[in-house]
């Protein structure tokens, strides 16, 4: 049985705690209870990552593994009791060195639903502001028996360092412009659950590519899985550069909307820009911003998703946000699976 033993044992139908085999207090857990609807097993799956850095380094095969997990654990978050014993036992630390509301809530959360003991750490009211290193930060934090250190940072290559000179599993939530693994990886999910298949699609990313590590993470994990990404935007915030990564460029949106199955909207991200990319916000919103009107045009199941936190009235007004085609608040729900997804994978690997 491997590394499934260590979380469940099922017999009978019936699942129990792994620790010691039978627990004699308590009756076994049935399945529709507190266990996973299909035991699975990462035997045969292609999984051996001890950290999530980025998709860049994944292969087709590992994404697709991911996504099939989290549809594992989308099932649990729909239960009455909300949890499964996956990662009973370990500790799980956030560590959010940049802004975050979503990413770390789902996280969290995430950790929680696995049993995990949880601890959110942020940069303010931390020995950051007092000039401690993040890597001296992040021994100090190990020191005290963390499994998975999730990390939020302003620097590109931030969860990499960690991940070097820590025994902890380190996951990637952002860093920098770079790579937002589990948005890219969520974002997947929520286009193959409502598409079906993910090969064969036409993809728009559109808005500040440039600084974006949403459109990073999607187009990795968008162009293994076999779809066409476009990328769309001013020039001065998709660079040509991004060709070498596979996607085709677009200046003009009115041009793209007819032909594109799915339109992933990001925010432009002004705290990130130091000199001005565009003219002003009114003249982006007019010439990209994705409106009713500019739907009119697309196909009747497009679907309309952007990553969070919006700026309404500027890449995307409140009508289509909130309208029909939007899976803005799916792609939280769906969040909250793939991190299960991804805590649960790393902490499987030593
Ligand atoms: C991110 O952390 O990159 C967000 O999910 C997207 C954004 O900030 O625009």
Excluded: C
């Excluded at 649990?76 to 060195?97: C, D, E, H, Q, Y």
């Excluded at 937002?180 to 090969?199: A, M, N, V």
């Excluded at 699609?201 to 994990?221: E, F, M, P």
């Excluded at 909207?265 to 409106?291: H, K, V």
């Amino acid at each position: 049985m491997g590394n499934q033993k260590k979380i469940i044992m099922a017999k009978n139908n019936k699942f129990y705690p792994a620790s010691g085999g039978v627990n004699l207090s308590r009756p076994p857990m049935s399945i529709g209870e507190r266990g996973l609807s299909s035991p699975f097993s990462l035997k045969g799956r292609g999984w051996s990552r001890k950290h999530l850095l980025g998709l860049a380094e994944l292969s087709a095969e590992e994404i697709n593994t991911i996504l099939d997990t989290a549809g594992s654990f989308k099932e649990v978050s729909t239960r009455n009791i909300k949890k499964v014993p996956a990662l009973r036992g370990k500790v799980v630390v956030n560590m959010f060195v940049e802004p975050s509301t979503r990413t770390r809530t789902s996280f969290s959360l995430a950790a929680k639903r696995l049993s995990a003991d949880v601890v959110d750490f942020s940069s303010s009211g931390s020995s950051l502001v007092k000039g401690e290193s993040l890597k001296d930060t992040a021994r100090n934090i190990e020191a005290m028996g963390v499994d998975i250190i999730v990390i939020r940072h302003s620097s590109p290559g931030a969860p990499h360092l960690l991940s070097k000179i820590l025994k902890a599993s380190v996951v990637n939530a952002g860093d920098g412009p770079h790579e937002h693994p589990t948005q890219g990886l969520l974002d997947i999910f929520t286009i193959r659950e409502k598409k079906k298949k993910i090969k064969g699609l036409k993809i728009a990313v559109v808005g500040d590519i440039l600084h974006s590590r949403v459109a990073r993470s999607n187009i990795w994990g968008l162009t293994k899985l076999g779809a066409q990404v476009i990328a769309v935007g001013p020039a001065t915030l998709v660079p040509d550069e991004f060709k070498q990564l596979g996607v085709t460029i677009s200046y003009n949106i009115d041009e793209i909307i007819p032909e594109v199955d799915v339109i992933n909207i990001l925010r432009i991200q002004l705290e990130r820009q130091n000199t001005n990319l565009f003219p002003s916000i009114r003249e982006y919103a007019r010439l990209f911003g994705i409106n009713s009107e500019r739907l009119k045009k697309a196909k009747p199941d497009v679907l309309i998703m952007h990553p969070g936190p919006i700026n309404r009235g500027v890449e995307i007004t409140p009508e289509v946000a909130d309208g029909k085609h939007s899976v803005i608040l799916e792609q939280v729900t769906n969040g909250l699976a793939v991190r299960m997804a991804v805590l649960y994978l790393v902490s499987e690997i030593k």
